[in-house]
């Protein structure tokens, strides 16, 4: 069982507040990734991380930001929350090296 | 570019039963490596099993085993006495070897939602 944790599990929030959703990881992992996934649908990169002080936006454009001072925690930012940013993030790490990633029990985030 | 493709959106099986996913792929490269990810309603992702392109066994886990076709680019999941817990969507998903360096990135399949009835 991998310790990778998110927080909140669920957010019901709305439009323009500013939210952070929690991701940290206890194992030490040099590499961590925050994916977009909306209901019944494909996993979208929007951001991944080396190692502390990288960060590097990922395949599917998102407007949120994130940030690695530490190595075991990677929260992602939305500065102005929209209707449209209404999905689950599922936060995962890895070993540097490593090809298997694991995952946190993503956040379900609803913009009204 | 690699692609995954999972051709089955949905699939169920009744308990007890086999039941085999289907996911091919598109690659250039020689050594890459395969996941099996589940999913189950309550949402977290879990590797189910992992399969390194330079091997030719086929990796298994318990009831969970791959049929690994290198030349035809294929990786099915086969789930033998399928159980209620294994209800989940399941995704198929690849990986570059380690000289691709960062690029190493998963390519993820659209998913399959397997349902097993009682």
């Known amino acids: 069982e991998a310790d990778i944790y998110q927080t909140p599990r669920y957010l019901v929030i709305g439009t323009g507040k500013k939210i952070t959703l929690e991701c940290s990881q206890t194992?030490?992992?040099?590499?961590m990734y925050w994916y977009q996934q909306d209901p019944g649908m494909e996993l979208h990169l929007i951001h991944y991380s080396y190692g502390v002080n990288s960060t590097e936006k990922g395949d599917l454009s998102s407007e949120s930001t994130v940030s690695r001072i530490r190595t075991e925690h990677f929260p992602l930012t939305l500065e102005s929350a929209r209707p449209s940013h209404t999905s689950q993030y599922l936060c995962?790490?890895?070993?540097?090296?490593?090809?298997?990633?694991?995952f946190g029990p993503g956040t379900r985030l609803t913009v009204l | 570019a690699q692609t995954v493709t999972q051709s089955q959106p949905e699939m169920s099986v009744q308990e007890a039963e086999t039941v085999t996913l289907s996911c091919t792929y598109d690659t250039s490269e020689n050594n890459y490596y395969l996941f099996w990810y589940k999913q189950p309603p309550s949402r977290q992702m879990i590797l189910v099993i992992r399969q390194e392109a330079y091997k030719q066994q086929n990796a298994t886990e318990n009831r969970f085993s791959v049929n690994f076709q290198k030349a035809a680019k294929s990786f099915s999941l086969k789930i033998s006495d399928s159980q209620l817990g294994d209800t989940a969507m399941y995704f198929c998903?690849?990986?570059?070897?380690?000289?691709?360096?960062?690029?190493?990135?998963?390519?993820w399949g659209l998913g399959t939602s397997l349902a097993v009835n009682p």
């Open positions: 194992m030490g992992h040099d590499k």
């Open positions: 995962a790490s890895s070993e540097y090296w490593a090809d298997t990633q694991y």
């Open positions: 998903a690849f990986m570059k070897p380690y000289n691709a360096g960062n690029n190493r990135k998963l390519i």
